[in-house]
């Protein structure tokens, strides 16, 4: 139910842009757009999907290890937080004009940029207290309320668009961040409350909550990691304003559509990082490090039968989706050969989002990941002056693939001598071994898209393709990765629900104790607890 939720709201971000590009096109004013819409990407990462996780379901992790700490945990830390996010966002609305010339120098028309980065400035209280509700909700077990949080977001965004666009414009699409930011907190506070509600006071004497969840020693890796990954998005959009009108436009339409695939397979570690961080909090770094090895290798084959297919198939994908209204057969080009460029990048932005919880399932986070990621960004503003330069958007995805996968080489090599002491050996192996695989299905199935004329009917060829190599070159080679199947992880999950219930009535804080990480699943084909 997980995957069918983040699948839906995958689609309908797909649908949301594909109605900016009908009607709206990739020209300047949406390149303005594009440029306010850099304030809910950034605060997306830090505040819901990265830096507040991170933070928050080791906290509650923790706090459920102790019964009663949840509701001390979250007086002690949601007032602040609230009253931090609701000044910042004050300050983005009056800094508005400032934020937008260091952000796009070069953008035609700055001032409806400005409009639409006050509407979307918004985002910022109200992303804070969905990516709260998020993270206390899977540290208790709860992941479906999470999971609908980008449908609600999209249809928002969608909703308003189609309502608003003929007064206001593409202002429309900024007003419905605005709405779909309240929207995300709206479908989750209902089971936070009840959450809470079930769980007891603290008593007097007892340890209450995380008090030293807000110190800034504490947070201050976890948030330079997140600004440092997100700012790749920044170099991004400075570098692509003095290019000509709708480079912005084809570099977001690109890698919307190019880090599908990635959202999909981090989708597996968002489920069992509360997981790894309840064994952590337990003692059982040889069980944390089973799940995390498991899930990166089962996220790595995903993301690479994705890669595979955006690859073979660009144009097709790009046409599919997007040639239609104001979106030409020139944006569709170029659209694709950026998309081509940013998919080389998929597996290591994978393997950063995953690896990542390793550092940070400890009580400690650690400063490694964050010196990583700063030497990707290095990389990717030095080399996107020189991409940019030579060959415009293109490059400057390119500079985005090789910051991304130095961070990526740079995370596996350090992750052996960290809280989770992963086999960084037999996961190289076996990452290699998939990304050969993909590399014979990409060459497959361009073949094959380049043979069919029909756009739809090459995209799904392609496609099958795709999917039947890499799966058949996975099961002829030789040595090929130990890879549990998600038929059998799913199967038994479904079976353990109809004979025990559902899982999610469990009290969390006793299920690490009597279960093994990751419940009744087993975690690879020797171990099954």
């Not at 999907?49 to 979250?74: C, H, K, N, Q, Y």
């Not at 961040?177 to 209902?190: K, N, R, S, T, Y």
């Not at 570098?239 to 339409?253: E, T, V």
């Not at 919880?357 to 996107?384: D, E, N």
Request: glycine share 8%.
């Amino acid at each position: 139910m997980t995957a069918g939720l983040t699948a839906a709201g995958a689609v309908l971000g797909l649908v949301r842009d594909q109605s900016l590009a009908h009607y709206f096109g990739a020209g300047a004013e949406t390149d303005a757009f594009l440029v306010a819409w850099t304030v809910p990407e950034f605060a997306s990462t830090l505040l819901i999907e990265d830096a507040m996780a991170l933070i928050l379901v080791p906290a509650f992790s923790r706090a459920l290890t102790r019964r009663g700490a949840v509701r001390a945990l979250v007086r002690s830390t949601l007032p602040r937080l609230a009253l931090a996010m609701s000044a910042l966002a004050g300050i983005l609305v009056l800094a508005a004009p400032l934020l937008v010339s260091a952000l796009a120098p070069g953008l035609p028309d700055p001032r409806l940029a400005v409009d639409c980065t006050r509407l979307t400035a918004t985002c910022v209280l109200t992303f804070a207290l969905a990516g709260y509700c998020s993270a206390a909700l899977r540290a208790h077990g709860s992941f479906l309320p999470p999971a609908a949080i980008y449908v609600a977001y999209n249809v928002g965004i969608i909703g308003t668009i189609v309502v608003l666009r003929e007064p206001f414009g593409v202002r429309a699409a900024a007003a419905g961040v605005a709405v779909g930011g309240v929207l995300m907190v709206a479908v989750q506070a209902p089971y936070l409350v009840r959450e809470l509600r079930g769980r007891k006071h603290v008593p007097n004497g007892e340890p209450a909550g995380d008090s030293r969840l807000l110190v800034l020693g504490l947070i201050a890796p976890v948030i330079a990691f997140t600004v440092s990954r997100q700012s790749q998005i920044l170099i991004e959009r400075f570098l692509a304003a003095p290019l000509p009108s709708g480079a912005i436009s084809h570099l977001n339409y690109a890698q919307k559509v190019a880090q599908m695939p990635m959202i999909l397979s981090l989708m597996l570690c968002t489920v069992s990082f509360p997981v790894v961080a309840r064994a952590m909090a337990s003692g059982d770094a040889d069980g944390a490090r089973r799940r995390v090895e498991r899930d990166l290798l089962l996220a790595a084959v995903v993301v690479l039968i994705g890669t595979s297919i955006v690859i073979a198939a660009a144009p097709q994908i790009v046409e599919v989706l997007f040639q239609r209204g104001a979106f030409d057969r020139d944006d569709t080009a170029a659209t694709a050969a950026v998309m081509r460029v940013y998919a080389l990048g998929l597996l290591g932005q994978t393997t950063v989002g995953t690896l990542v919880r390793c550092y940070f399932s400890a009580s400690r986070p650690l400063w490694y990941p964050a010196a990583a990621m700063a030497a990707g960004l290095a990389v990717t503003a030095v080399a996107g002056v020189v991409g940019a330069g030579l060959w415009g958007a293109v490059g400057i995805a390119a500079a985005n693939a090789l910051g991304i996968t130095l961070t990526a080489v740079l995370m596996l090599l350090g992750a052996h001598r960290q809280a989770i002491p992963v086999r960084v050996r037999h996961l190289g192996e076996g990452l290699l071994r998939l990304a050969t695989a993909a590399a014979w299905a990409t060459a497959a199935g361009w073949l094959c898209s380049v043979l069919i004329d029909s756009a739809l009917l090459s995209l799904a060829v392609a496609a099958v393709v795709c999917v039947s190599v890499f799966l058949v070159f996975i099961a002829c080679a030789a040595r090929a990765p130990d890879i549990p199947p998600l038929t059998r992880t799913a199967s038994r999950r479904l079976a353990h629900a109809r004979c025990h219930g559902a899982p999610h009535r469990r009290d969390p804080s006793t299920a690490a104790e009597a279960a093994p990480v990751g419940g009744d699943v087993p975690l690879d084909r020797r171990h099954h607890g």
